[in-house]
């Protein structure tokens, strides 16, 4: 199994972005998806997740309304658009699969900042 990630960057508060994560080693449509991020001097945070199909979808609290999470079966690839973005989004971005115990991308840098 292997994640491998890309976007994120700087971005100004109200901007937006987008993160990609390239799945391979599995059958990516079998397996629900997750995003976590983790701010410096906090615990790791579940963000969204996505169903196999990409038929139901889940997010905290804190971006919903503001962040969507899909996917594209035929690319094997996950996505995270996110927009409104605001400083407390500021985080390394970590896609996911089969939660704490399972695997993990990269990281992707997040910062929102003026």
């Known amino acids: 199994v292997q994640l491998v990630q890309s976007g994120g960057g700087l971005v100004q508060p109200g901007g937006s972005l987008r993160l990609s994560c390239a799945a391979s080693g599995f059958t990516f449509s079998s397996y629900a998806m997750n995003w976590y991020r983790q701010a410096p001097g906090k615990e790791r945070e579940l963000v969204a997740i996505i169903a196999g199909t990409g038929g139901s979808t889940y997010y905290t609290d804190s971006v919903k309304g503001r962040f969507t999470i899909s996917r594209d079966n035929a690319k094997n690839t996950v996505y995270l658009q996110m927009n409104s973005l605001k400083p407390e989004d500021t985080a390394v971005y970590y896609c996911?699969?089969?939660?704490?115990?399972?695997?993990w991308g990269q990281g992707t840098q997040v910062t929102v900042s003026s």
């Open positions: 996911n699969r089969d939660r704490s115990g399972g695997y």
